[in-house]
């Protein structure tokens, strides 16, 4: 019986990045709904956390997330379905609107709830070896978590109807190539290049980095004015901040800005 105090494995990287890895390797780090709980008290502690400036979502073992339990799935309903798609939506769209800089490192297979998992951070790296896809409909099911919506607006409606339909998985290259993941990096070098990443964009204005995540969200499916306009009032509200008057001085006088969030 596995320790359902370990199925979700949190650590720190350099006191700011935030490390949440997937510990069910045996399952393929499949998504129980214990592991869904402790992952959404994870976020919710890391979104009130000032010293977390971001987010790693990684798998152990030879995979990043094979999706939803099927000992669970199994026993689902029209009711606990409801049930269970709107909690796994809200967990991953806390993920997504955390104001955080997150990026899902993927090994091996990325399926089903685990596609979606990765889809709802706001970067995508991934190893050679990486496999994606919507598996579901093999099930008898669709995808529950978001990933219908996600991947057309990632990949594009006709990939998605192609992936969703099928359940055939794509490799690392052609997910690069549709805009899915944003990098290949060989597997000794997945962590430390995630790292990487997110510890270049733990330098920047917070703030700023807040307002880009929200305003893409926000106005992704607004007419272009009125997303215009969400534009317009993050902008100002960043010229009120003291990270500006510091990034402009530091321009100015050729060094490194220092922001602090204010």
Not at 24 to 30: D, F, H, I, Q
Not at 170 to 190: H, M, R, S
Not at 193 to 218: G, Q
């Amino acid at each position: 019986m596995e320790n359902q105090n370990d199925i979700l494995k949190i650590t720190h990287i350099n006191n700011e990045i935030l490390h949440l890895t997937l510990n069910r390797p045996s399952a393929l780090n499949a998504l129980s709904a214990e592991v869904l709980e402790k992952l959404h008290q994870a976020l919710i502690s890391a979104k009130d956390d000032s010293k977390i400036k971001s987010i790693l979502i990684s798998g152990e073992g030879k995979a990043f997330c094979a999706g939803a339990d099927i000992k669970q799935l199994a026993a689902l309903d029209g009711q606990t379905g409801m049930e269970f798609a709107h909690r796994g939506q809200l967990i991953f769209r806390t993920l997504e609107q955390i104001g955080k800089p997150s990026l899902a490192a993927i090994n091996g297979l990325a399926l089903g709830g685990g596609c979606e998992l990765a889809m709802s951070a706001t970067m995508r790296i991934a190893t050679e070896t990486a496999s994606f896809g919507q598996p579901e409909v093999k099930l008898g099911v669709i995808p529950g978590f978001g990933g219908t919506q996600r991947l057309a607006r990632l990949v594009g409606k006709g990939r998605a109807l192609d992936l969703c339909l099928s359940g055939r998985l794509i490799k690392a290259e052609t997910a690069l190539a549709w805009g899915l993941v944003n990098e290949i990096v060989p597997a000794d070098n997945l962590i430390t290049r995630a790292t990487e990443i997110l510890n270049s964009l733990n330098k920047l204005a917070p703030i700023a980095l807040k307002s880009v995540m929200s305003v893409i969200d926000e106005g992704y499916d607004l007419p272009l004015d009125q997303a215009m306009q969400v534009e317009a009032k993050a902008f100002a509200l960043c010229c009120g901040t003291a990270d500006k008057k510091e990034g402009v001085s530091a321009f100015i006088e050729k060094r490194v800005a220092e922001f602090t969030g204010a």
